[in-house]
């Protein structure tokens, strides 16, 4: 996979997080693909849990602390 060379990309990509892989290897490959050393998510998700996880880029790594202070709501089936 190529890396995206363009710089000052700011904002948030929203992942549909599947089961496997943790919060941290999504923002790692993302920082990869994009070529960019700013990149965080809102909140981690279980390894094998499955669901939205934030990914804030650039600029927008600086807010990731208003989002992780929200209120969050999960659903789950047994």
């Known amino acids: 996979m190529r890396a995206i060379i363009k710089k000052n990309i700011n904002g948030w990509i929203i992942v549909d997080k599947q089961a496997g892989i943790t919060s941290r290897q999504v923002v790692t490959k993302i920082s990869k693909i994009l070529n960019l ?7 981690t998700l279980d390894p094998l849990a499955t669901g939205i996880l934030p990914i804030a880029i650039g600029e927008a790594t600086k807010v990731i602390s208003l989002v992780q202070s929200k209120e969050k709501k999960y659903a789950f089936i047994i």
């Not at 050393?37 to 909140?43: A, R």
């Open 37 to 43: 050393k700013k990149v965080g998510h809102g909140g």
